[in-house]
């Protein structure tokens, strides 16, 4: 039986764990080949290793910091030299330092930016070519619902992910008659290792999350890679410079 994503080529960042490996697991299942990237070298490999038994496609890695454009670039080349292009690009590597705006060191600032905006700005820089070329492409980068709400010591992280959801209208509409679609995924709190940490040590600040939600929950990991799923998909072809919530209702419209 056919798959919606049979023979397509797809990048996917910040894949070693989370919500990266949630996404890559969906699109594997969906026929998709992968590269997978992450400065995590040996939970990649594991990753990596573990995709190949449950879904039997091809999967390869590419390790390092992708805040570096060389880093990116050696992504973007392992799927042309290994794959032959690249269809579908999920810029999902990033995470947030969550405190305080006051509490940020000039450390913390930086690397959130790095970690969230540059990666997504590299991989898209160095994938858009190649997309371009084969009039053909699905980026779907990785946002955050708390932009939309101003949640509680998010700030720093809502000026990256803020960078990213611009970057998503901007680029959409650049590329709209090449066959190229742009479009961000934003959750809420979602049901990670992260907030299971945050929970325990500040079960406060974790509730005042949750309270946010009408559903009352933290989204589950694939109930983000499902969407992302979807907008990797040639069918959603009309969909292009959206920032579609994965938030149980915590921002309407
Ligand atoms: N967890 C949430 O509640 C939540 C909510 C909204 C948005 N998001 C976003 O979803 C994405 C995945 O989140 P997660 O909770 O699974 O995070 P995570 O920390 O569990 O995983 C992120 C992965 O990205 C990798 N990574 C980070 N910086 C990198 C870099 N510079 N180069 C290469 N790899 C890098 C990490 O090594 C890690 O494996 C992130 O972009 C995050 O900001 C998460």
């Keep these: 039986m056919s798959k919606p994503l049979d023979g397509k080529i797809a990048i ?25 990237a992450d400065l995590d070298g040996a939970t990649l490999e594991q990753a990596a290793e573990r995709l190949r038994i449950d879904h039997g496609g091809r999967v390869e890695i ?6 570096l454009e060389e880093v ?28 305080s705006f006051l509490e940020h060191t000039p450390d913390t600032l930086r690397t959130t930016i790095d970690r969230n905006l540059w990666t997504a700005l590299w991989c898209c820089w160095l994938a858009l070519p190649i997309m371009k070329r084969q009039g053909y492409g ?36 650049e590329f ?10 934003a959750p809420c709190a979602v049901n990670t290792e992260q907030l299971a940490t945050i929970a325990e040590k500040f079960p406060a600040l974790a509730a005042k999350f949750l309270s946010v939600i009408p559903m009352g929950r933290a989204a589950e990991m694939t109930e983000v890679a499902s969407m992302v799923a979807y907008l990797a998909t040639a069918e959603a072809a009309f969909v292009t410079g959206q920032v579609i919530s994965v938030n149980g209702g915590s921002t309407m419209l």
């Design 62 to 67: 590419a390790i390092g910091d992708l805040s």
């Design 72 to 99: 990116a670039r050696m992504t973007v080349n392992t799927a042309v030299t290994q794959f032959g292009t690249v269809d579908i690009l999920v810029n999902n590597a990033g995470g947030g330092i969550i405190r």
């Design 12 to 36: 996917v960042t910040g894949a070693a764990k989370g919500i990266g490996y949630a996404i890559a697991d969906r699109l594997a299942r969906d026929g998709a080949h992968l590269v997978i």
């Design 176 to 185: 709209a008659q090449d066959g190229i679609t742009i479009n961000t995924v």
């Design 138 to 173: 699905r980026i779907i980068n990785l946002g955050a619902d708390s932009v939309r709400n101003g949640l509680w010591d998010h700030a720093a992280y809502n000026a990256a992910k803020g960078g990213v959801h611009a970057l998503t209208t901007g680029l959409a509409r």
